[in-house]
Structure formats: structure tokens, C-alpha cells
């Protein structure tokens, strides 16, 4: 797996590429926790992840709750079929903004900050 960020804007963006399983997962949080004190909204941008277990999915989840308790949030793009399914499987897509584009994925925290 090969974790890259880039930054848009003020939404940091985390590309993961490969598997995404219990293998590899703290590589994940690390990438996460290098980049956490720059930024606080995130997009997972998970166009080139083929595969994600449960220990990968808890790592996104912690991730999450990081992000929130400094008041920002992760939406999830452009998740393949199998990352989807189990998305779907474990209800996963209820506690996370998903979304089929990356550029709709940004812009949805401004969507957000409206409300």
C-alpha cells in the first residue's frame, strides 16, 4: 500500500493505494497523524484501493473521531466495489460522507460550513 497526501484549499487529502488491510493500517494512521495539526477537514480519496478489511475500515474510523475532536470531519471518495461493499456490510456509509468524486468531496465541506 503507498499512502500520499496533498493539500486544496484547506482540505487535506489522503490518497491510499493498494490494499488497505491489517497488514498495513498503522500506515494509515501515521500518514494521518503526520498531517493531522495542518489541517483539519480531510478526503480520503480511495480511487486506487482495491481492497480494505475491518482493521483497515477501524482505522479510518479513528481517523475520524481524531478529526472530530478537533472539530473537523473525513468524507470518503471514489470507493471502488469491494471497499463499498463492506462500507455497506458494516453500515460503515452512515457515519461517513461518501461521495463518487473527489472535487464533490472538497467541496462538500463548504456545503458543510453553510448549514
Known amino acids: 500500500m503507498k499512502v500520499s497526501f496533498k493539500q486544496e484549499n484547506n482540505v487535506g487529502i489522503i490518497e491510499i493505494n493498494g ?16 498531517v493531522a495539526d495542518k489541517v483539519t477537514n480531510f478526503v480520503i ?5 482495491e481492497f480494505i478489511d475491518s482493521t483497515g475500515l477501524g482505522t479510518i474510523v479513528a481517523c475520524l ?9 473525513i468524507h470518503i471518495a471514489r470507493l471502488q466495489d469491494k471497499p463499498r461493499m463492506v462500507f ?6 452512515k457515519i461517513f460522507h461518501i461521495y463518487d468524486d473527489l472535487d464533490a468531496a472538497i467541496m462538500g465541506f463548504e456545503d458543510d460550513s453553510e448549514n
Open 19 to 34: 490494499r488497505l488491510d491489517a497488514y498495513n493500517a498503522p500506515e494509515l494512521r501515521a500518514a494521518y497523524d503526520q
Open 45 to 49: 480519496d480511495m480511487n486506487d484501493c
Open 65 to 73: 473521531k481524531s478529526a472530530s475532536q478537533g472539530g473537523g470531519d
Open 88 to 93: 455497506d456490510i458494516t453500515r460503515a456509509h
